[in-house]
């Protein structure tokens, strides 16, 4: 059997490691040919493919990012209006011709959501969950987070320092479209003062009570913001008023984001002041933790039994301690929000 393999969307720590785990696993247990395909759905549109082989993955654990490149290209979003064909149309072509037998998708919500669409075209599809945002429902936790967090909390406990010497309140912008576990967990864990998330609108006025109940005391406030956050005031960021979006209907969040408005709002109403850091690809980028390694080659290993048990349609998940199949359809049904109940636990330490 020949498998092809992708990683699609944003980059983050692990994906090597599962790369690794299809390939030594697969050609270990069943003698599995590979083959990859460069920069995410690009690759099978393109017919773009590179050698995946023992050889090709040594020495990639550690290694951030991923050797077969990542793009957002959406093949749903293509079509050819002389013949009619569209982008899933071409992708199912280039596997047809280059002999592969089935695919592996490494991605978030929009790359196995093409992936779902593929499988229900006919195509062999077998799904590994890939997002830093942690917000893929159908498992309890993707590879990549865990990194992604201890980052944040490092330069969290680093800022409280800065903060103090200067008497300034400092604003720490990290990821979190959607949902703010990233800013929940670093939060908590680098004893943020504040913490604002997407899905509970914040109330400017007790934001500024926060901090200036912080510099009461001896301390200097952090306040970790993830970047999709608002105020009670304003909706959530659209495309409606001609901001640039990517292939998958996203808007582009601009360098002057929450963060900074933040500061500025701080900064004007308290008098003191304030800095924005914004972590941005920082989070993304380096060595994954031992928690992102091991949960990622876990992924591979069961992904590649998934290809061998001819379970396509399905996608490798986390439930509890155990590596699970669920349906790929299940991985985009919902976003897994931070609940209530959860962000009630940090707002007891707020201020």
């Known amino acids: 059997m020949r498998v092809g393999v992708l990683t699609g969307g944003g980059d ?20 599995f040919e590979f083959i990859g395909f460069r920069d995410g759905w690009r690759g099978p549109l393109d017919g773009d493919t590179m050698v995946l082989d023992v050889n090709t993955v040594r020495g990639i654990l550690p290694r951030g990012g991923t050797i077969l490149g990542s793009s957002r290209t959406n093949p749903a979003a ?63 936790f993707t590879f990549g987070f865990d990194t992604a967090v201890n980052i944040a909390m490092e330069a969290i406990d680093r800022l409280h320092t800065t903060a103090e010497s200067h008497h300034r309140a400092l604003i720490v912008e990290v990821m979190g479209r959607n949902a703010g576990w990233i800013a929940l967990h670093a939060g908590m864990a680098g004893g943020a003062n504040v913490i604002l998330i997407p899905e509970k609108p914040f109330d400017m006025d007790q934001v500024c009570d926060y901090v200036e ?14 970047e999709g956050a608002h105020p009670k005031v304003s909706a959530e960021p659209t495309a409606d008023g001609g901001e640039e979006v990517d292939a998958f209907g996203h808007v582009r969040l601009g360098n002057r984001g929450i963060g900074q408005q933040l500061a500025d709002e701080i900064e004007r109403r308290t ?19 031992a928690f992102d390694r091991v949960l990622a080659t876990r992924f591979g290993v069961h992904a590649i039994r998934a290809v061998a048990d001819g379970d396509f349609g399905s996608m490798v998940a986390l439930h509890g301690t155990e590596i699970v199949r669920v349906p790929l359809a299940a ?17 007891v330490f707020f201020g």
């Open 78 to 140: 293509e079509s050819n209006t002389a013949d009619g064909t569209t982008g899933i149309d071409r992708v199912m072509e280039n596997l047809d011709s280059l002999g592969v037998d089935a695919l592996i998708a490494i991605g978030g919500e929009d790359t196995l959501g093409v992936a779902s669409k593929l499988h229900e075209a006919g195509g062999h599809i077998v799904g590994v969950p890939k997002t830093i945002d942690n917000d893929l429902g159908a498992t309890d």
């Open 271 to 289: 008098g003191k002041e304030a800095r924005c850091a914004v972590l941005g690809h920082i989070q993304r980028g380096g060595t994954p933790t």
């Open 331 to 347: 991985a985009t049904a919902e976003l897994k929000l931070v609940p209530p109940e959860r962000y009630a636990e940090a707002e």
């Open 12 to 31: 983050c720590p692990g994906l090597n490691a599962v790369i690794r785990a299809v390939v030594r696993t697969g050609a270990a247990e069943h003698g």
């Open 213 to 226: 109940h912080r510099f009461r005391t001896r301390y200097a406030p952090i306040v970790v913001v993830a």
